[in-house]
């Protein structure tokens, strides 16, 4: 949620507010606006009602929209004296801090998970900008592990998710590493998931059933070695776990949803209760039913799908996949509300620290407002007390000489040249790790690509041309020393990516065979074979931290190492493990209910930064 506010229009404030969201049941309980009969409208709606209650005379512009739609764009965000962030997602909380530095308009950033919360100010050319930091880590598994040898409920649902999920309902083109042939059919060319014309749902539904719980189980049994000091997993066949004529009715013994509502294997199957660890029995039956709903009422969606926490049917699916395989592996089961909270990367929200943290926005929105940048604070909302202190106040650092948004510092990619096409570039690079969204390339005075709607159909068709050629091939060949500037219109962003060409890569450490020197983003989350690392929420975290940490400042001429001031190891372990973060840094965690999140971007133990003077 983004609510911006200007002080220039007449004596009264005003007030814009953009939200893409509606309001659930789930959001009810952790917030001061909504009620029962909100559910379903639109957040920024209803909240501007229930405002205008009792603060009739404020102007409330409410959006039921995407922030990142070109309308919102830099002339746009002019118009405000200042604006507040909630957003829910890393890439949308990006796109607004470059909006704000374009348009010169401070930012107050915050965000809440569970007892954790903070508020930071970001204004242009005083304090650092949201991106000067790196950004954090998600904990990582092996694919080994996720595949073949899982031992926690969470690495089930990453394989449900990633990779059962995304080959079954995602792009086909997309790399996996299920193992997609049957034991009857050994065929490189042949692919189990893939159904034939002809092939009957339910028998589709058991075929995969006993694909990925029994053959594949059989397969990993094989390897005599890894077995030697682990607990064997047990091949669960749609046989072993429902008896036939439970299979043949499965879902039909309950109404359906109407045609109005979306599809739910629960539904479907009377079974209500979210917070019921459902048995084998039943998470065999929700794994039937959800497939088959998804090719019923979805069909026209399969090809494209990506997990959601959001879409119900989805959850149920991912659900009773993981938990099926963790029977077979000896893991306890979870319900569907743990497993959602597992598979979104959930923190479920409180509703007292939403009020605190919504307190600390206003009071640093008023310092901007009075020019005040001296008493600007980072402020973060502890669990445990720290010297009888739950709030922790730190002054702002100055901008990075080395953030390429906010100081331009030119970047340096190292890529082989010879090999590498624009397109991954574009993909993996430009999008992907820098995320611009209409990104324009020159190299020298040569346009190399443009992306957009006001396109002509020859240069649509001659920059698709160039997506295909390597680096070295391109109209303007991209060698060792190239300049290339990366300018994307919407944000207002341009940066400098100095070209290294580079033949030899680490295909565990470096899989997408290129390195960006000079970027703090977050990592990719791609997962690939051969024990590479995949990247995945975490649910919890407790290793401790070596070394000591640096200076943080409590208040102003006030500075002591990270260790004095917590005092406890539960605040040091609660800055540590925020989210289900490693030691470095913290994660991006949405909430239940994308109501904003909680980022350690400025790491309170690092010591080389500057304060702000």
Known sequence: ?????????????????????????????????????????????????????????????????????????????????????????????????????????????????????????????????????????PKSYPVCTITNTPSKFVHC????????????????????????????????????????????????????????????????????ETWKNRRKPNPIYIRDALPEDAVQQNGRSQDHVNEEQDPSAMVSLGLRNTQEIWSLADNSRVFLEALKLFFDKREKEIGSLIFDKDDQLAVEFVTAAANIRASSFGIPLHSLFEAKGVAGNIVHAVATTNAIIAGLIVIEAIKVLKGDYQDYRMTYCLEHPARKMLLMPVEPFEPSKSCYVCSETPLVLEVNTKTTKLREVIEKVIKGKLGMNLPLIMVGATLVFEDGEDLEED???????????????????????TMVTVEDLHQELKCSIN??????????KEPDRMVLVGWSGPVDKQTTSNGETKSVPSSSNTEDVDGTAEDISATSGMK??????????????ALENLSGVDSSSAQVVEDDNDDGLLMFDEDPRQSKKKRLQ
Not at 499 to 508: L, N, T
């Open 1 to 137: 949620m983004i609510g911006m506010l200007d002080t220039n229009i007449g004596n009264h404030p005003q007030m814009c507010q953009i939200d893409l969201d509606t309001i659930e049941v789930s959001n009810l309980n952790r917030q001061f606006l909504f009620r029962q009969s909100h559910v379903g409208q639109s957040k920024a709606k209803v909240a501007r009602d229930a405002v205008l209650k009792f603060r009739p005379n404020i102007n409330i512009n409410p959006y039921h929209a995407n922030v990142k739609d070109s309308h919102f764009n830099v002339d746009f965000f002019k118009q405000f004296n200042v604006v507040l962030n909630g957003l829910d997602n890393l890439d949308a909380r990006r796109h607004v801090n470059r909006l704000c530095l374009a348009a010169d308009v401070p930012l107050v950033e915050s965000g809440t998970t569970g007892f954790l919360g903070q508020v930071t100010v970001h204004v242009k050319g005083k304090t650092e900008c949201y991106e000067c930091q790196p950004k954090p880590v």
């Open 157 to 224: 649902i990453v394989w449900a998710k990633d990779l059962l999920f995304a080959k079954l309902f995602g792009d086909k083109k997309q790399d996996n590493d299920l193992n997609v042939h049957s034991k009857d059919d050994t065929s490189s060319k042949t692919d189990v998931f893939e159904r034939s014309v002809d092939e009957d749902l339910e028998q589709y539904t058991q075929r995969i059933y006993d694909h990925v719980f029994g053959y594949n189980i059989e397969v990993a049994l094989d390897n005599k």
């Open 459 to 481: 240069e649509i068709a001659n920059y698709a041309l160039n997506l295909e050629k390597v680096l070295a091939e391109l109209p303007a060949p991209v060698l060792n020393g």
């Open 499 to 508: 070209i290294k060409h580079r033949d030899e890569f680490d295909e565990e």
């Open 560 to 573: 002591r190492k990270l260790n004095e001031i917590l005092e406890t190891k539960e605040n040091f372990d």
